[in-house]
Structure formats: C-alpha cells, structure tokens
Nanobody
Framework: QLQASGGGLVQAGGSLRLSCAAS????????VAWFRQAPGKEREFVAG????????YSANSVKGRFTISRDNAKNTVYLQMNSLKPEDTAVYYC????????????????????WGQGTQVTVSS
C-alpha cells in the first residue's frame, strides 16, 4: 500500500527528494515516517509525523538537513534531503500506520504495519 521512489546516486553536498505514495483512502489518518538501513546495520528512524499535529520529528543525524512533509490530497509523504553525506547512503523506507502514536513510539519500527519497498540512496564522496 506504500510505494517509495526518488532514490538515486548523488554527490556529497547534493539533494534528493524521496516520495512515498499511499494507496489508502484514509491516508490523512495515518502517522508516517521514513527509516533507513545501511548494509550491515539495523534499520533506523530518520523522520516522522504524527497524524494529530503538524510538527515533524527527526533523528539528530539528519536534523537541519532532511525535512519530512506530506500532501494528504495526493496521499503522498516526502523526504527532502539536502547537504547529503556519504554516511547517508542506505535503503530508505517509508512506513505508516493508521492512528496516532505516543512520541516514544513514532521512531520505532515495531509501531508501523505498512511499509514501502525501499529506495536506494547512494552518496558519493
């Protein structure tokens, strides 16, 4: 139900925008997030938005560089990534779940039950 796209190869310092299209009627009722997984590492939280408020939450490693946003009219969530670094190289996944988590759950993989297929982002130095 979630389809991620927009990954690619970019030089350090460059930008990419990832998109995640949802094929659900109740997308506006979803809390959404982006995670990433580098080779040999666990999947980690990047950024998220709860259904209930317009605030966004980001991992410290991407704060000030990545921005999550959503367009409920288009059933799409975005991740704008600026000032990319080689350590941002990973497969990026979008995730969603109907409802409104407590903040402590927003960044956990176990909260979400809908996942996109992942899109590869490679940042060259």
């Amino acid at each position: 139900q979630l389809q991620a796209s927009g990954g690619g190869l970019v030089q350090a310092g460059g930008s990419l925008r990832l998109s995640c299209a949802a094929s659900v009627r109740t997308f506006s009722m979803y809390s959404v997030a982006w995670f990433r997984q580098a080779p040999g590492k666990e999947r980690e939280f990047v950024a998220g938005m709860r259904r209930s408020d317009s605030r966004t939450y980001s991992a410290n490693s991407v704060k000030g560089r990545f921005t999550i946003s959503r367009d409920n009219a288009k059933n799409t969530v975005y991740l704008q990534m600026n000032s990319l670094k080689p350590e941002d190289t990973a497969v990026y996944y979008c995730a969603g779940r109907l409802g409104n988590p407590v903040l402590s759950a927003l960044g956990t993989t176990t909260y979400y039950d809908d996942w996109g297929q992942g899109t590869q982002v490679t940042v060259s130095s």
